[in-house]
């Protein structure tokens, strides 16, 4: 795999930044777009665009063909066993949330356990404190170890009899810890719970095997993997979404309606009440397509590499502490440098046209974990180089002799 | 861009040497804000008689530029009636959307430069809305 030829497919990268070639290490939050898919929305909008599932027009059912198409192919790409299984939503946390309120809020009740961990992101956090209130349910943490990792041994004590509900992610956006999904499902499956797992950070970086990994659920962001913002996914196994009950209703979601009752479609649109988001589905059937090409094996093996000559680069510049595990890590390094605010890092290394995440990367109780308020995150993706890690490299020495001067 | 524009040598003196740091013994109005975009938090405490700030204290975690901002502000409004507090708040804002603005605490002006970086209006700004928020409290507690 070539990254640099890889990069030229990004024309955003093609930019200065004040005064400097742009190095974007913020993929974790948001990646670039490559040309083919920016071509694919524009190409859908061009040529193919109707409201889908009614119109019996020709451009109607182009684009019914086009929205499916996409399904289809999320249901490859994970692995699902039928494209029912594919539910589009607009993101991780409209997924999350979709079983939070279809799920755990119709079939939990007091007693019951919700079990997840202090690495969460809000989004896979705050649905299940707000579903553990609304149903009477315990919210439950696996602790960490000291390095950000989480011991099996922990899960197996706190997934219990009661527990109902497991929901981890599967990659820390801050640690970069990657949890053993297989074993917690094992564990939970064997006590009758489901496990949701949060693949915001995982699918942009690894190969997805839902059937392998034996989740129940699956949630992930389209615009984390090359695709555009505002559509996501929630995979489900078939039985678990059968048994859900729709959170949205309108059209398009609807069997039958009369003046006091009515019945929903058959999976999955149920779950997708109104015009749905079509352009989106097209953009992120043509990111899978983009990312399958170069191979997601040789794409978690490019950022394996960076990872590791980041900890190497960054580890020999004084003062700074990087967070969460040395090794089996996702592509990404968490650090603070000295007693400089992540705020005031950032805004330097902005200035030298290096682009990384600041603040609490929505974990605020991880933070405090972390006993920081805050965290700088440099976070890596297929067209990113060693050169980007050196200008990174240089551009923290710099801070810090900045800082070291303003301070006096 | 230049960073030195951010960055003047009296807001770094602010940072390292922060006036006005801890807290009030007793008979003053507490205040605790946070600026959600990136976990930081200010604690204001607002001593004030007869409408008038006696005495105006913080502690909190941030960034240079919220910790220089508190600190200043705390200096600044020292004296002053709760009115014209809230008044130099308003000039504030509008220092941040890049007016010419001119305080009778000179090292505020020090602070003009965080207009031309967007991403941190925010930092400089906390402090000044838990003393709109102090305000409030003080007003409501007579």
Request: glycine share 8%.
């Amino acid at each position: 795999m070539n990254a640099l030829e890889i990069r030229k497919q990004f024309p955003i990268l093609e930019q200065e930044i004040n005064g400097h070639p742009l190095v974007y290490l913020d993929s974790a939050a948001s990646s670039q777009k490559p040309v083919s898919v920016i071509e694919a929305i524009k190409r859908y909008y061009e040529h193919d665009h109707a409201n889908v599932h009614r119109g019996v027009h020709t451009l109607g059912a182009r684009a019914t063909d086009a929205y499916e198409g996409a399904r289809e192919k999320v249901a490859r790409f994970l692995n699902a066993r039928s494209p029912q299984e594919i539910i589009f939503t607009r993101g991780t946390t409209t997924a999350i949330n979709l079983v939070a309120m279809g799920y755990a809020r119709t079939h939990l009740k007091e007693g019951d356990e919700i079990v997840i961990t202090p690495m969460e992101h809000h989004s896979n956090l705050i649905p299940w404190q707000q579903a553990a209130k609304a149903t009477g349910a315990t919210l439950k943490y696996i602790p960490l170890q000291p390095d950000g990792t989480i011991a099996l041994a922990d899960v197996e004590k706190q997934i219990t009899a009661n527990t109902k509900l497991v929901a981890i992610t599967h990659v820390s956006n801050v640690l970069g810890t990657i949890n053993p999904i297989k074993d917690i499902a094992r564990i939970a499956h064997k006590h009758g719970a489901l496990l949701l797992v949060d693949g915001a950070q995982s699918t942009p970086h690894m190969k997805i095997d839902v059937q392998e990994l034996d989740c129940d659920f699956f949630a992930l962001s389209g615009h984390k993997m090359c695709g555009p913002t505002g559509i996501g996914v929630l995979y489900g196994k078939r039985e678990w979404l059968e048994a859900m009950e729709p959170v949205e209703f309108g059209g398009e979601m609807i069997d039958h309606v009369d003046l006091y009752e009515s019945t929903w479609k058959e999976l999955p649109w149920k779950f997708e009440g109104g015009t749905p988001i079509i352009a989106g589905a097209v953009g992120l059937g043509a990111a899978i397509d983009f990312l399958q090409e170069i191979g997601l094996d040789q794409i978690e093996q490019h950022e394996k590499k960076l990872t590791q000559y980041a900890l190497e680069r960054l580890g020999e510049i004084e003062g700074i502490r990087i967070y969460g595990p040395t090794e089996e890590r996702g592509g990404l390094v968490t650090f603070n440098l000295g007693d400089l605010h992540p705020h005031d890092v950032a805004t330097v290394l902005d200035a030298e046209g290096v682009a990384i995440r600041a603040g609490h990367h929505c974990c605020q109780p991880l933070m405090r974990w972390l006993n920081v308020t805050a965290t700088a995150r440099a976070s890596f993706y297929l067209y990113n180089t060693e050169e980007d890690i050196d200008r990174l490299a240089e551009a923290l020495i710099k801070t810090k002799e900045y800082f070291g001067h303003a301070l006096g | 861009m230049r960073l030195d524009d951010l960055y003047r040598r009296v807001i770094m003196d602010h940072y390292k040497n922060p006036r006005n740091m801890g807290e009030i013994e007793g008979g003053a109005v507490t205040v605790h804000l946070n600026n959600p975009s990136c976990g930081d938090k200010i604690q204001l405490q607002l001593k004030v008689e007869d409408g008038k700030i006696q005495a105006a204290r913080f502690k909190g975690e941030g960034c240079s530029i919220s910790l220089a901002s508190a600190s200043m502000m705390t200096d600044a409004i020292k004296g002053k009636d709760l009115d014209e507090s809230l008044r130099m708040a308003e000039q504030f804002s509008l220092m941040m959307q890049g007016e010419d603005v001119e305080f009778e605490y000179e090292d505020l002006e020090a602070l003009s430069g965080v207009n031309k970086f967007p991403a941190r209006i925010k930092c400089a700004t906390l402090a000044w809305n838990a003393l709109k928020k102090g305000v409030v409290e003080s007003k409501y507690r007579k």
